[in-house]
């Protein structure tokens, strides 16, 4: 036995425990006192005593699927400006976010923006980082959602509203009484008017029923590993650099989930480069994507951003619609008023069939309830923060250190008894109707917000706009409907946006004109 060699470990065991001692009490005060710094960088705002050392508050916030109700709760508890992690504090003041969002605004986008993005070859609109590109590409993109191509809106719009008309007309006959699950239905109808703007023709989900290319069941998985992920800057750079997404995201060429969507949009895109004089047959005007080919959209630009469009425009403006069917079905005095609007509206003359956008504009109460819906359930619960410019910056009468993430609370601004009134928990339409003219515009710039504001609104508000301007008309002109299960109306997750299902309701024709 080689005694020297035993007497040599003996001799080194003791070292190496030395060294693993000094290496685990190095990394204690790395720990400690980088806890500390991140607590002493914000220690002025108040909020969570988790959120002041560890992100991990944030991550749960949202993660639970009831980020809604306990933002209100801890906002409401902290303040205006309240701390969610070591590095961000939230805020839930107009004044506030009209400022940092402003198009003279300094601010850049934080790095939540990062986790938006569902194409892993490149940047769309909403992911690119750099604020002076970001511009430029906008720039060509605005062109195609403002002026005429809004008008053209209308007449993709009235189509699509048609169909849905025609597809509930259908069931409701069939089957008397029956309950429809409307939430998966507007999806459908939603995910067809999207497309159709956006392509010139429906995927056709709602006549075919079904989830073509499998893109709303990807969305419902992913989203709620997005939104979490999006609050942890650890996670979010590591989920979404580089390799991980070369790894683990998906390819065009998959045959199902987010994928085989992307698959078809790279498919359409090209096909449109091909031929790009190409007209759809009966189509009289042209679509989101011809509109940026002419601006000088490059093919992956196209792909990128269209990436972006499908989930923003198939996930905020339903949960608006069936927010806002939930609690007018639940206000009966509400419903009935509405309904009565809209007849007398058709007996005079002023309501066209179909409804234009122009008339919907001009219905007072019609306005107050599509105001108050978008109040009460916000398409956009958190998030899109904002990173302070270098010298820093004062919100809500507190210094904010440069590179501080901004975060917006859209449902305590939307419930701000100090905007909307002492009764604002309630959905009450007529708060639209009753005040002075300065506190309606005031109020109503405040509900605008859910669009973004100045440098970073949303591409399609117009859109938007236009859809709940129709629809509850087509709509309530020929059907009555009531909510089947009263006790448990709909199912709801709520993380940055809302998802929303089972939400059931008995439909029979009962036409106006």
């Keep these: 036995m080689d005694f020297k060699f035993i007497a040599k470990l003996t001799a080194v065991v003791p070292e190496t425990g030395a060294l693993v001692a000094m290496a685990l009490g190095s990394l204690l005060t790395y720990y400690v006192t980088t806890t500390f710094l991140a ?30 109700t306990k933002i209100a709760k801890a906002q409401n508890k902290y303040g205006k400006a309240m701390r969610i992690g070591p590095n961000a504090i939230m805020v839930y003041d107009p004044e506030t976010l009209w400022q940092i969002n402003s198009a003279r605004s300094t601010y850049d986008r934080s790095g939540w923006y990062e986790s938006m993005k569902f194409h892993p070859e490149g940047d769309s609109v909403l992911t690119e980082m750099n604020t002076a590109r970001h511009d430029k590409r906008k720039a060509t993109l605005v062109p195609a959602f403002a002026g005429a191509r809004s008008r053209n809106f209308e007449v993709d719009v009235d189509d699509r509203v048609a169909s849905l008309v025609n597809y509930i007309r259908t069931k409701a006959r069939a089957a008397p009484g029956n309950s429809l699950n409307f939430s998966k239905i507007i999806r459908w109808f939603q995910l067809d008017l999207v497309t159709q703007v956006a392509f010139g023709e429906p995927w056709g989900d709602l006549a075919d029923e079904t989830d073509h ?18 609050m942890m800057p650890l996670f979010r750079k590591l989920f979404f650099s580089k390799l991980v997404l070369y790894l683990a995201a998906p390819r065009v060429t998959d045959k199902a989930g987010m994928g085989r969507s992307l698959g078809e949009m790279r498919s359409i895109v090209k096909s449109r480069f091909e031929s790009p004089d190409e007209a759809k047959p009966g189509r009289q005007h042209g679509d989101v994507l011809s509109e940026w080919i002419k601006r000088g959209h490059s ?14 425009g198939t996930e905020t403006t339903v949960t608006v619609i069936r927010g806002v069917l939930l609690h007018m079905l639940s206000s009966p005095t509400v419903y009935q008023r509405l309904k009565q609007e809209i007849a007398d509206g058709i007996k005079t003359g002023q309501i066209s069939r179909p409804i234009t956008n122009d008339q919907a504009k001009a219905m007072p109460y019609l306005q107050a ?27 809500c009468g507190k210094f904010v250190p440069e590179g501080t993430e901004v975060h917006g609370n859209w449902v305590s601004m939307l419930m701000n008894p100090e905007v909307f009134g002492e009764d604002s928990q309630l959905f009450r339409p007529e708060r639209f109707l009753e005040c002075d003219e300065k506190q309606k515009t005031y109020m109503l710039k405040t509900v605008d917000l859910s669009f973004g504001y100045g440098r970073w609104l949303c591409l399609g508000k117009s859109l938007a706009n236009i859809e709940l301007n129709k629809i509850f008309v087509e709509l309530l002109r020929v059907f009555d409907f009531q909510i089947y299960d009263a006790e448990t109306p709909w199912k709801r997750k709520v993380y940055s946006a809302s998802v929303i299902s089972e939400f059931d309701l008995r439909i029979w024709e009962n036409p106006l004109d």
């Design 39 to 68: 607590w002493r960088r914000l220690r002025h705002f108040p909020g969570p005593p988790l959120a002041s050392i560890s992100w991990l508050w944030c991550f749960l916030m949202v993660a639970t699927g009831k980020c809604h």
């Design 213 to 230: 290319y499998t893109f709303l069941g990807s969305m419902d998985k992913t989203m709620p590993l997005i939104h979490s992920v999006s």
């Design 299 to 312: 093919p992956e630009q196209c792909e990128l951003d269209l990436s972006i469009l499908m989930p923003a």
């Design 369 to 395: 309830v599509i105001s108050e819906g978008m109040r009460v359930v916000p398409a956009v619960i958190n998030g899109f923060g904002k990173k302070v410019p270098p010298g820093g910056d004062t919100i």
